[in-house]
C-alpha cells in the first residue's frame, strides 16, 4: 500500500494547481493534481504532452474511467467509491494508482482491506498559486 503524506513515511508531494501557468512554481518531476472538470481539459492536455505525472481527483465511475485514459498516474476518490474504484481499476487493468485522500490513520487499516492502492493525507497536497 502506497502511503503519501504520513510522518513516519519519506513520500513525495502532489502539486495542486488551477491553471497551466501555476507549473512553472511546482518543482521539477513533480505531480500535479489537478480536480477533474471539463474546465481543465486544457491543463490536462498540457501535462500529457510534456510528460508531467498527473493525478486526478475524481467524484464518480464515469470520471474514474477519464482518469484513466487521459494518463493519470493516480486517481484520488473519496471513501465512499474506493472499493468501486479499486474493483473496476483491476478489472480494466488501469496504469493508475487508486488513492483515498484521509485524515486519520485509523483510515489505513480499513482501506488496505479494501485493496486499495494507497492513502494520501493531506499535507502530501500542496496548493499552488499562479
Known amino acids: ?32 493534481l489537478l480536480e477533474f472538470n471539463e474546465e481543465n481539459l486544457d491543463v490536462i492536455k498540457h501535462i500529457s504532452i510534456n510528460s508531467i505525472d498527473l493525478a486526478l481527483e475524481i467524484k464518480n465511475i464515469r470520471e474514474l474511467v477519464y482518469a484513466n485514459s487521459l494518463g493519470a498516474s493516480f486517481i484520488l476518490v473519496n471513501k465512499e467509491l474506493a472499493k468501486t474504484a479499486h474493483d473496476l481499476a483491476q478489472e480494466y487493468l488501469f496504469d493508475a494508482k487508486v488513492l483515498v485522500n484521509i485524515n486519520e490513520e485509523s483510515e489505513i487499516e480499513e482501506l488496505a482491506l479494501l485493496g486499495v492502492d494507497g492513502v494520501i493525507f493531506s499535507n502530501a497536497i500542496i496548493k499552488i498559486n499562479s
Do not use: K
Open 1 to 32: 500500500m502506497l502511503i503519501f503524506g504520513h510522518r513516519f513515511i519519506d513520500s513525495q508531494n502532489f502539486y495542486h494547481i488551477q491553471s497551466i501557468e501555476a507549473i512553472i512554481n511546482t518543482p521539477p518531476s513533480s505531480t500535479i
